[in-house]
């Protein structure tokens, strides 16, 4: 495989950009549809349902970044007997995955009523849709080693494609199922499809890159998983991490208040969730990490995370401001009157993610290196606090108390992390804040201030007014980055990556 290089990250990273742009565009317009479609309280099970879909993710077990680690590793050293041993092992492992996480959501349905605050009209459909979504995990596992090697290979600009395609597919799709009242269960059905269709897909593509590749399934291989044990179990911290902050929530709503509560939280935590998204193309770190530490080229390591920690630390504190300016606006008009909560529920939620966004780059990097012990009990900490902090605070504060609770335990894990990221980086922190953070507060300032004084001279609610304010910011952010917040050296290489993603008129 060839050697990573700036031109292959700003291409993976432009990518996973369009990809979150189609995303967050179709997921916004479907949102207010499907809540008239289908109503708040069906709106809130699906959410529900989509929290238990997240949480059983658990049982990928780390295994993803694994596969995606080894793959680069092994691609770079052109061992690809080894990436199959690997893989197949890999694939074993989530066929049982797939079929305990069929178990437990099968049980789930069945005990329902006991479980969870699921209307006594509503328990059928709630089954039913367990049991779709139960089907649909057992078939995504063991799809998930596809995935895993074309990260591996560093192909995400054919994961870009892949996404998008399938986005737009069940936009269309979704519309018009609602459009001819067939209801929730056939959107899930529809999800259910659209795993099967990106797997097939993935299936495909690393046919096409690796036609000597030929994964083969077997018992034998769960007796010999020893030697991805100490990387797939940091990842598995890793993931449970991520799942209980991102889908917790829903779950500990739906335990304690009634169902149209899930629905208010999942407006606030939707939108914050879509402004990480622009967060989500760091993970083409991961390959690239591994593959250099592979070629031990350190200072190239500390640069990628600095040059990183800058420039995805300016892209989310680009969203956040912006959504701190004009989200209640937003949420007014998107949603209508009765949604204050959700506003209130976003501010908070982002005032985390813009904390702990400044450390993002590293949570990648380090895995991608092979430094995974101060990861590791960083991870343990994280799914304690938030749990424990969410189980009290929603007794005091409500909705309001579990957002709470999640900004709290960025705050906290993070600090302790930032510590360590320096010590490994050898780097030192007034480095990181005039190389990563002064720039960003340069760039944006001058047009969070003018945006102030837009708001403040246009006092009308309309879809225009939101639509030219958010130029206005976005544009004064533009100037700043292009006039000042680029080096020489940055504007070269994006020139000359650029030239080479355009092809020349002949």
């Not at 606030?268 to 593959?291: K, Q, W």
């Not at 001058?446 to 976005?474: D, H, K, T």
Request: charged share 10%; with cysteine; proline share 3%.
């Amino acid at each position: 495989m060839r050697a990573t290089t700036w031109a292959r990250l700003l291409r993976n990273t432009f990518g996973q950009y369009l990809v979150t742009g189609v995303s967050v565009l179709t997921g916004l317009a479907l949102v207010p549809f499907t809540v008239r479609h289908i109503g708040l309280a069906n709106f809130g099970l699906w959410a529900l349902v989509n929290g238990l879909f997240g949480t059983m993710g658990l049982l990928d077990a780390g295994l993803s970044p694994t596969l995606t680690k080894k793959s680069a590793e092994l691609l770079a050293k052109n061992d690809e007997a080894t990436l199959k041993e690997t893989a197949s092992r890999i694939l074993t492992l989530y066929f049982v995955a797939g079929g305990v996480a069929l178990i437990i959501l099968c049980a789930l349905a069945l005990f329902a009523r006991e479980v969870f605050h699921v209307p006594s009209d509503s328990i059928h459909t709630f089954r039913t849709v367990m049991l779709i979504v139960a089907l649909q995990l057992a078939v995504s596992f063991p799809f998930s080693t596809w995935t895993g090697i074309t990260a591996g290979l560093q192909d995400y600009h054919v994961s870009s494609a892949i996404a998008i395609v399938i986005n737009l597919a069940k936009f269309i799709l979704t519309v018009f199922l609602l459009k001819l009242g067939f209801g929730l269960i056939s959107l899930i059905w529809l999800g259910l499809a659209a795993t099967c269709a990106g797997g097939l897909a993935y299936i495909i593509w690393v046919s096409h890159r690796l036609p000597a590749l030929r994964l083969k399934p077997s018992l034998r291989y769960l007796n010999q998983i020893s030697e991805l044990t100490r990387f797939s179990g940091s990842m598995f911290i890793w993931g449970i991490a991520g799942r209980v902050v991102m889908e917790s929530d829903r779950i500990i709503i739906g335990l304690f208040l009634p169902m149209t509560s899930v629905g208010v939280y999942e407006i606030g935590l939707r939108i914050c969730n879509y402004s990480r998204s622009v967060l989500y193309p760091v993970f083409t770190f991961l390959p690239a990490a591994s593959d250099l530490s592979a070629r031990d080229e350190t200072e190239r390591l500390q640069k990628l995370y600095l040059v990183g920690t800058k420039y995805f630390g300016l892209f989310y504190a680009f969203v956040a401001c912006g959504l701190f300016l004009f989200g209640r606006q937003f949420i007014q008009l998107w949603m209508g009157p009765g949604f204050d909560t959700s506003i209130v529920i976003l501010f908070v939620l982002l005032i985390g993610n813009v904390y702990q966004s400044q450390n993002v780059v590293a949570h990648v990097l380090l895995p991608g290196m092979g430094r995974l012990r101060v990861f590791t009990w960083i991870m343990v900490a994280y799914p304690i606090l938030n749990l424990a902090l969410s189980l009290i605070f929603i007794k005091v504060w409500g909705l309001v108390g579990v957002a709470l609770a999640t900004t709290a335990t960025y705050f906290l894990a993070e600090t302790v992390f930032l510590y360590f990221i320096t010590r490994i980086f050898e780097v030192k922190i007034s480095r990181i804040l005039i190389s990563c953070h002064l720039p960003v507060l340069a760039i944006l300032a001058p047009a969070v201030v003018v945006s102030l004084y837009f708001r403040a001279m246009m006092v009308e609610q309309s879809w225009f007014v939101l639509i030219a304010g958010v130029a206005v910011f976005s544009a004064c952010s533009a100037g700043a980055l292009f006039t000042y917040g680029l080096s020489g050296a940055e504007r070269d290489r994006i020139r000359a990556a650029a030239a080479r993603l355009i092809p020349r008129p002949a």
